[in-house]
C-alpha cells in the first residue's frame, strides 16, 4: 500500500499510476519537451491555441 504520506515525498517528476487490480505503480516522467516527436507536438499545441484565440466559446 502507498499512503498519502509517501505520495507526498515522492520526487519531482514521478507519477503514481493506480489500478483497480495491481498495486500502485511508481513511475519516472519526462517533459514532453524531451520526447522525439516535440516539434510536431509543439507546432500542434500553437494550431490549438490559434484556433482557440480565432472562436472563443465555441
Not at 15 to 36: E, K, M, N, S
Amino acid at each position: 500500500m502507498l499512503s498519502p504520506d509517501r505520495i507526498r515525498t515522492l520526487p519531482f517528476g514521478t507519477g503514481v499510476t493506480l489500478l483497480r487490480t495491481a498495486p500502485p505503480i511508481i513511475t519516472d516522467l519526462r517533459r514532453w519537451t524531451q520526447r522525439p516527436e516535440a516539434t510536431e507536438l509543439k507546432a500542434d499545441r500553437e494550431q490549438i491555441e490559434a484556433m482557440l484565440q480565432h472562436h472563443p466559446g465555441t
